[in-house]
């Protein structure tokens, strides 16, 4: 395996725990985390339910987290690594911050920023998409068939 790859895996299987932090938390199981220089500056999972804030999306969690560390609005040399496709909410959020790189898991057919058209990131934005994307699609479906029931 390649090295960019398994780094984009580790650092997925830590936006994977922050997701099992939801779960346990019985929120939607997305987590986040912000990766500059080797290291995570920033974590976040999905606060929605507990904080009774719709902008408390994982995603948000972890950009206001790496902008503090950071000491700056900008986080053009962070990658953010979440386990679903950002919403639009979130894909505008990390224009604004100009993220350099968004490594996401699983798609969102019916949420996600690329169902929008997919024009929301900043130009300069890389995407890399499907990392660990089985394990991430799984924490939702089992999420969704256990609310159901």
Same mark, same amino acid.
């Given at each position: ?5 398994? %780094? ?9 725990? *922050? ?5 346990? %938390? =019985? %929120? #939607?199981?997305?987590? +986040? #985390?912000? !990766? ?11 606060? #929605? =339910? ?8 994982? %995603? /948000?969690? &972890?950009?206001? +987290?790496? /902008? ?13 690594? #979440?386990? !679903? *496709?950002?919403? !639009? /909410? ?18 969102? &057919?019916? $949420?996600?920023?690329s169902a929008a058209g997919g024009k929301l990131l900043h130009?300069?934005t890389q995407v890399t998409a499907g990392v660990l994307a089985?394990?991430?699609a799984a924490l939702m479906e089992d999420f969704f068939k256990?609310? $159901?029931?």
């Amino acid at each position: 395996m390649e090295k960019g790859r398994q %780094e984009d895996e580790f650092f997925m299987r830590a936006a994977i725990s *922050e997701a099992r932090k939801a779960l346990s %938390e =019985e %929120e #939607v199981p997305i987590g +986040a #985390v912000v !990766v500059a220089s080797g290291r995570i500056v920033g974590r976040g999972h999905n606060l #929605v =339910e507990t904080l009774r804030d719709s902008t408390a999306h994982a %995603e /948000m969690q &972890a950009l206001t +987290a790496a /902008m503090h560390a950071a000491g700056g609005k900008y986080l053009n040399e962070c990658t953010l690594y #979440v386990t !679903v *496709e950002p919403c !639009v /909410m979130c894909a505008g959020a990390a224009a604004w911050a100009q993220v350099g790189r968004i490594v996401y898991g699983t798609s969102d &057919a019916k $949420r996600g920023y690329s169902a929008a058209g997919g024009k929301l990131l900043h130009p300069k934005t890389q995407v890399t998409a499907g990392v660990l994307a089985g394990e991430c699609a799984a924490l939702m479906e089992d999420f969704f068939k256990k609310l $159901r029931r």
